[in-house]
Structure formats: structure tokens, C-alpha cells
């Protein structure tokens, strides 16, 4: 992997980051179930490319896992809170009745996605370093 192979990927992370930041965490677009849809196939499209060796594709991979982190810390807060008709006054508790779990399911299957992607592009690029 060239000087321009690992600016490429660690813009792609950079972006992702802020992306996941900016987008994802403060403008709460990782609740709506369509945005992690579509994130969700770009994910499993990044995996395929991954593993037919599309270095173009597979670097999507990266992208989504540094995207995912934020809304999953953020998600990770409250998805395990019970609703507050369910606990006594003074305990800490989900007001609302949004669906919690939905959008915080497709951001671990989006993450996984994305993480098995980036290590078969890792593996990928390790072994074709070692090839003479």
C-alpha cells in the first residue's frame, strides 16, 4: 500500500469520523431507519468489494465503522433504560415512546458489517506487502 493508498484510507476514516460526529450523533439522522438502511446496504456492498479485492469499494468499510462509533455511544445510553411507566419516581428512565432498538440494531449489524470489511482489507493489503 503506496503513500497515496493510506491517504486515501485515513481520509476516508477522518471523514467518516466526522460524518458520524456531524451528521449521525448531533443532527440525529441515525434515527431514522431509512438513513441506516441505506448505510446498512452500502456497508454489505463494502464487504463484497472487500472480498473480491475492489479497493475503490471496500474502503466504504472504514468510512462507516469511524461514522458508527458516535451514534452508537450515543444509542448505547439509552437503549438500555426502561420506560418511565415501568420504574418508580427518582430512577432514571425513557420518557418517551420512540423505538429505541430498531435504529440501535442496524447500527451493530452496520458496524459489524463495516468491521468485517476493513479487516479483510486489511488482511488484503498485509498480504499483497509480503508477496514479492
Known amino acids: 500500500m503506496g503513500l497515496a493508498a493510506t491517504l486515501r484510507l485515513l481520509l476516508y476514516v477522518v471523514a467518516g469520523a466526522a460524518v458520524g460526529f456531524l451528521i449521525l450523533g448531533e443532527f440525529a439522522l441515525a434515527t431514522f431507519v431509512p438513513v441506516l438502511a441505506v448505510l446498512a446496504v452500502l456497508a454489505?456492498?463494502?464487504?463484497?468489494?472487500?472480498?473480491r479485492g475492489d479497493m475503490r469499494l471496500s474502503l466504504w468499510g472504514p468510512f462507516l465503522l469511524a461514522a458508527m462509533v458516535t451514534p452508537l455511544?450515543?444509542?448505547l445510553r439509552i437503549v438500555g433504560l426502561p420506560r418511565?411507566?415501568?420504574v418508580r419516581a427518582g430512577i432514571a428512565c425513557l420518557a418517551g415512546?420512540?423505538?429505541?432498538w430498531t435504529p440501535f440494531l442496524l447500527e451493530l449489524a452496520i458496524f459489524g458489517l463495516a468491521a468485517v470489511a476493513s479487516l479483510v482489507l486489511v488482511t488484503q493489503v498485509v498480504t499483497k506487502r509480503r508477496t514479492p
Open 73 to 75: 455511544m450515543i444509542d
Open 97 to 100: 415512546t420512540r423505538d429505541v
Open 84 to 86: 418511565c411507566n415501568e
Open 44 to 51: 454489505a456492498v463494502s464487504v463484497v468489494a472487500a472480498v
